[in-house]
């Protein structure tokens, strides 16, 4: 999500500017490559990129194409495949033994729902959602593009009646399973794909805690597009100044503080105050509420000690309410200092968000991403 919003951002400057655009999207991938699709990258005319689509090597030839695109204003197909020897022939010596599909979307800002426009949708609410990516083979084709964003059951698309009719379904469909998919469609005798691509909106993370090792954590957090609160009951601690890039920084009570936030699937909870009461008061908050992930700071004991305080209060711990609970916080890495810290609890936030083992990818024999569904055929 922060490169859509980055993308977004770098758009209103360009238009700002004066400056013509264009987006290029990585749509279908066979084999390995360093993006998968979803990945984007805008251009504007004077070669500023916004994104990525690969991991720097095709981002050279891509700039030549997204500036044709501009010139010709005409949405276009371009393939590198890699899987040939002699990849030498596209210049871009990506060595990653795949195939590789990127459109080429000049915006046309005259246009209602161009792409960014769809993509700015995504970025304006924290709401899950599909967007539509449609594109063919046949290089004779028209390339509709990135045509359509559905959010709280609502689609968003500049697609005619015959189009939105074959999309509808799908679409619903990835919605509701919750996952990216890839489905076949034809018109006018031509065979078209759609990318589904299911979006959910980026972490929201509450840091109960404004000590100094709170910091990278936010500053790392800031650096992937994840949304911060910083919450402390000391009001020389939880300033704007010290946590300035946190989205909002509160001085609050601990059983204060869900009562004074808006949360939503992705909102997480970190309990790092070094404050053994304010943490238990936030945390008999907190497992009632049902959130993913509540990662607290300390030892074990410390946690064992807090649950049996609550249970001889009363509170009923479930296994799903225990299972949300990550204390000691993190990955084992060896982690000693704060920002060693601060990447052990990201990754270990990071892996429980995706549903990921957490182990060495040398280990790993299956594909290291994991590839779009095949819907069942409704035609």
């Known amino acids: 999500m922060k490169e859509v919003r980055d993308i977004v951002r770098a758009f209103d400057q360009a238009q700002r500017e004066g400056k013509r655009a264009a987006l290029a999207t990585v749509v279908h991938v066979e084999g390995s490559s360093y993006r998968r699709p979803g990945a984007r990258m805008l251009v504007t005319d004077d070669g500023q990129l916004t994104g990525a689509i690969s991991g720097g090597c095709l981002e050279g030839d891509a700039l030549r194409k997204a500036l044709h695109a501009i010139n010709q204003q005409k949405n276009k197909l371009v393939t590198y495949d890699t899987t040939d ?50 594109f063919s083979m046949d290089r004779t084709a028209e390339q509709q593009g990135t045509s359509m964003v559905y959010v709280d059951g609502r689609a968003q698309t500049g697609l005619a009646a015959p189009w939105k009719e074959a999309v509808m379904r799908d679409v619903e469909e990835a919605f509701q399973n919750k996952l990216s998919a890839i489905k076949q469609y034809v018109q006018a005798n031509t065979t078209h794909s759609g990318f589904l691509e299911f979006v959910v909106p ?76 304010y943490d238990l008061a936030l945390l008999k908050d907190l497992i009632t509420g049902k959130f993913r992930y509540i990662g607290m700071l300390g030892p074990r004991k410390k946690l064992d000690r807090m649950l049996a305080e609550l249970r001889a209060g009363g509170v009923v711990l479930g296994e799903d309410q225990l299972a949300a609970i990550h204390s000691p916080v993190g990955l084992d890495i060896g982690a000693e200092t704060a920002e060693e810290i601060a990447v052990s609890i990201i990754a270990e936030i990071k892996k429980v968000l995706s549903g990921a083992a957490g182990g060495s990818l040398k280990e790993k024999r299956d594909p290291i991403h994991n590839r779009p569904a095949e819907l069942s055929s409704h035609d």
């Not at 990127?102 to 949708?121: G, K």
């Not at 404004?210 to 994840?226: E, I, Q, R, T, Y």
């Not at 009562?259 to 404050?275: A, E, I, K």
């Open 85 to 134: 020897e002699d990849d030498a022939q596209f210049g871009v010596q990506l060595g990653c033994n795949g195939v590789v599909h990127i459109l080429f979307e000049p915006i046309d800002v005259t246009r209602e729902y161009h792409p960014v426009r769809l993509l700015r949708e995504l970025t304006d609410t924290r709401r899950e959602a599909v967007l539509l990516t449609l």
């Open 202 to 277: 980026p972490p929201a993370v509450v840091i109960a805690g404004a000590g100094n090792d709170v910091l990278p954590v936010v500053d790392m957090m800031s650096m992937l597009g994840w949304h911060t609160t910083v919450v402390d009951g000391r009001q020389h601690y939880a300033t704007s100044r010290r946590f300035g890039k946190a989205d909002r920084v509160l001085v609050v009570r601990a059983n204060e503080v869900l009562s004074r936030l808006t949360s939503d699937p992705q909102t997480l909870f970190l309990l790092m105050t070094h404050n053994y009461n």
